[in-house]
C-alpha cells in the first residue's frame, strides 16, 4: 500500500479593495491607498502559517479609462512593497481589467477572470500549485463568494469593512466578520 500526499499549497486568496484597504473607489495613487486598520499583522498570522497570499481583484477603472495599466503597475509594486517591508510575501496579485458594458473597446468584454467569473483564482491555483481544499478566499462582495465557490475555494469569508449585507449576501459566505483582523481571530482560535 502506498501513501500519497498532498504537495499542494494552501492559499489565503484576498480581493483587494475593501479587505486589503479601505475602498475609496477607483483608486490608482500610492497617496490616496489607505490600508485598512491591522491588514499587516493579520495577512502575517497566515504567512508565518504556511498560506501563500493571493490577491484577486476587478479593476474595471483600467477599462472604463479612469487609470492605465501602468498606473495600475506601479500601485500593485508600492502595495506589495508595504507587505514586504513587515516580512509578508505577496506570491501574485491578478487583476481582471474588463468590463461587460462600461469600458473602452479592447476592455469591453464578457470575460472569464471578472469576478464573480473564477478565472483569475483558477490562473493563481495552476500557477502557484494550490489545493482550494485547503485555501481560503476574503471579499467583500457577493462576486467574491461566487468566484471563490466555482473555483471550489474550501473556506469561503465576508467582511464587513464598513459595510453591512443582505441575509442573501451574507448566505453566500461560511461566515460574516466585521474585517480580517476578526476573520484572523477566529480562525486561529477556532480549534482550541
Same mark, same amino acid.
Given at each position: 500500500?502506498?501513501?500519497?500526499?498532498?504537495?499542494?499549497?494552501?492559499? /489565503?486568496?484576498?480581493?483587494? =479593495?475593501?479587505?486589503?484597504?479601505?475602498?475609496?473607489?477607483?483608486?490608482?495613487?500610492?497617496?490616496? #491607498?489607505?490600508?485598512?486598520? =491591522? !491588514?499587516?499583522?493579520?495577512?502575517?498570522?497566515? $504567512?508565518?502559517?504556511? #498560506?501563500?497570499?493571493? !490577491?484577486?481583484?476587478?479593476?474595471?477603472?483600467?477599462?472604463?479609462?479612469?487609470? *492605465?495599466?501602468?498606473?495600475?503597475?506601479?500601485?500593485? &509594486?508600492?502595495?506589495?512593497?508595504?507587505?514586504?517591508?513587515?516580512?509578508? %510575501?505577496? *506570491? %501574485? !496579485?491578478?487583476?481582471?481589467?474588463?468590463?461587460?458594458?462600461?469600458?473602452?473597446?479592447? +476592455? /469591453?468584454?464578457?470575460?472569464?477572470?471578472?469576478?464573480?467569473?473564477?478565472?483569475?483564482?483558477?490562473?493563481?491555483? $495552476?500557477? /502557484?500549485?494550490?489545493?482550494?481544499? &485547503?485555501?481560503?478566499?476574503?471579499?467583500?462582495?457577493?462576486? =467574491?463568494?461566487?468566484?471563490?465557490?466555482?473555483?471550489? !475555494?474550501?473556506?469561503? +469569508?465576508?467582511?464587513?469593512?464598513?459595510?453591512?449585507?443582505?441575509?442573501?449576501?451574507?448566505? $453566500?459566505?461560511?461566515?460574516?466578520? *466585521?474585517?480580517?483582523?476578526?476573520? %484572523?481571530?477566529?480562525?486561529?482560535?477556532? $480549534?482550541?
Amino acid at each position: 500500500m502506498s501513501l500519497t500526499f498532498n504537495n499542494k499549497n494552501k492559499a /489565503l486568496f484576498l480581493d483587494r =479593495d475593501g479587505v486589503i484597504n479601505v475602498d475609496h473607489g477607483y483608486v490608482y495613487k500610492p497617496e490616496e #491607498f489607505e490600508f485598512i486598520a =491591522d !491588514v499587516f499583522s493579520a495577512v502575517k498570522a497566515f $504567512s508565518d502559517d504556511g #498560506f501563500l497570499i493571493v !490577491v484577486i481583484t476587478n479593476q474595471s477603472g483600467i477599462g472604463r479609462g479612469y487609470y *492605465s495599466e501602468s498606473q495600475f503597475d506601479h500601485l500593485t &509594486q508600492w502595495m506589495m512593497n508595504e507587505f514586504k517591508s513587515r516580512g509578508i %510575501t505577496i *506570491s %501574485t !496579485v491578478k487583476f481582471c481589467p474588463h468590463h461587460p458594458k462600461n469600458a473602452q473597446p479592447e +476592455y /469591453l468584454m464578457d470575460c472569464d477572470c471578472r469576478k464573480p467569473a473564477p478565472g483569475m483564482i483558477l490562473d493563481a491555483i $495552476s500557477e /502557484l500549485n494550490i489545493d482550494p481544499a &485547503q485555501s481560503i478566499f476574503v471579499g467583500d462582495k457577493e462576486s =467574491d463568494m461566487k468566484a471563490a465557490s466555482s473555483a471550489n !475555494v474550501q473556506f469561503k +469569508y465576508l467582511v464587513e469593512s464598513g459595510q453591512t449585507f443582505s441575509d442573501q449576501q451574507a448566505q $453566500s459566505a461560511d461566515a460574516v466578520f *466585521s474585517d480580517l483582523s476578526a476573520l %484572523t481571530q477566529y480562525w486561529f482560535n477556532r $480549534s482550541n
